[in-house]
């Protein structure tokens, strides 16, 4: 009897505490609110970028999850002030912004195989299902169809310090066919993404509180300020991509469009930013261009101006088909199965911005950027 007797003294005593029960609401989880997120144990860039990708979509997520008739004005400060901090910690604003959305937020689901949108997959998601799912990844491929362009601008500032027209020309053809490959990258939208859903659907979660009615005074960051602060939503003018080749090829566009691109780089991480800075201040490529004499160089550069207008006029296209041309099938009741659209931003981008004007004037200031033959 003895085994018996020493199996007593050392089990432990059954208590409700060991198995996480509560002796006041047994299985129930007591006070279950959210805690004080803590950022002291994020270490690295990639840690703090997944933080901002987590708390950007909650925050969204809470904001507008009753829609645009009932938004919450405040956000709780164990959302607001671990936002802020990673926030503040990434220069970037306490909102979901592109670097967010689309840069940090893909996975190769098998990680040997092609970047290709079958072989991708969204980190986190909002309602839309396989069209937010669509709608971000193909987003990413245009950001990949990108980078020979980015690598061909680099090339290009350097060919002009070194005085290697060779180089410079090669450069101006990489990024010409890289523009174009980008407008083909955007052309998987049509595959990918239902209009309707789009509109109805998934705008919302990109919204900001700045320029939109339903949040006109902003939103109040509980904790971090007693005053409504204001931020505008996720835009494709957050992208660092057309501003470093606008800045590149010397497009010039109006004060008004202007304005809200410098502000739109206030979205960016500081880097990228930082980035579009540097070719502002290189050598002038449309002005070496006009004092080469070099008649391929000319052509080459006409050809990237071309491509890049093209490519705004294609984007014109999506934007009539996914917001104009939604927006009246929402109004002529032809979604009723989809939940009742967003007024507040109907035929504006969710920058805030009236898009259809805006982008018709930078496509046509891209166009009038195009260099004349002397003589």
Same mark, same amino acid.
């Given at each position: ?19 996480? /029960? ?34 950007? %979509? ?15 004005? /405040? ?165 660092? /991509?057309?501003?470093? %080749? ?111 004007? %805006? ?17």
């Amino acid at each position: 009897m003895e085994p018996q007797s020493q199996n007593l003294k050392t089990a432990p005593f059954l208590t409700l505490g060991r198995f996480h /029960i509560s002796e006041d609401y047994g299985f129930l989880l007591p006070n279950p609110l959210m805690p004080l997120l803590n950022c002291q144990f994020l270490t690295g860039y990639r840690e703090w970028r997944l933080a901002r990708l987590v708390l950007s %979509f909650i925050t969204m997520g809470y904001v507008w999850q009753d829609g645009e008739t009932q938004p919450k004005e /405040i956000l709780p400060r164990n959302l607001a002030l671990p936002f802020v901090e990673v926030s503040r910690n990434l220069g970037l604003p306490p909102i979901l912004v592109h670097s967010d959305l689309v840069l940090a937020n893909w996975a190769t689901r098998n990680p040997g195989g092609p970047l290709e949108i079958r072989n991708l997959d969204t980190i986190i998601s909002f309602p839309g299902g396989e069209s937010l799912r669509g709608f971000i990844l193909v987003t990413v491929l245009v950001e990949k169809a990108a980078v020979p362009g980015i690598k061909a601008l680099v090339q290009a500032v350097n060919a002009i310090l070194q005085s290697s027209p060779d180089s410079l020309l090669q450069a101006l053809q990489r990024l010409r066919v890289s523009i174009q490959d980008i407008t083909g990258a955007l052309g998987q939208m049509h595959d990918y993404v239902d209009p309707d859903i789009f509109y109805a659907v998934i705008r919302i979660f990109l919204s900001g509180w700045k320029d939109n009615p339903a949040l006109p005074a902003g939103l109040v960051y509980e904790g971090v300020s007693k005053e409504p602060l204001s931020y505008s939503g996720g835009s494709a003018a957050q992208s660092t /991509i057309l501003h470093a %080749f606008d800045e590149f090829l010397g497009v010039r566009h109006s004060k008004e469009s202007a304005d809200f691109l410098h502000r739109m780089r206030d979205y960016m991480p500081p880097s990228h930013r930082a980035f579009i800075e540097e070719i502002c201040v290189a050598p002038s490529l449309r002005t070496h261009v006009m004092s080469s004499g070099n008649g391929r160089l000319l052509t080459a550069y006409n050809q990237c101006v071309e491509s890049l207008a093209a490519l705004r006029t294609y984007h014109l296209a999506l934007v009539t088909k996914y917001l104009i041309t939604a927006a009246s099938r929402a109004k002529a009741q032809r979604t009723s199965h989809l939940p009742r659209p967003p007024q507040a931003l109907e035929e504006r981008g969710t920058g805030g911005t009236a898009v259809v004007s %805006f982008l018709k004037s930078v496509r046509d200031k891209t166009l009038e950027t195009r260099l004349h033959p002397s003589g």
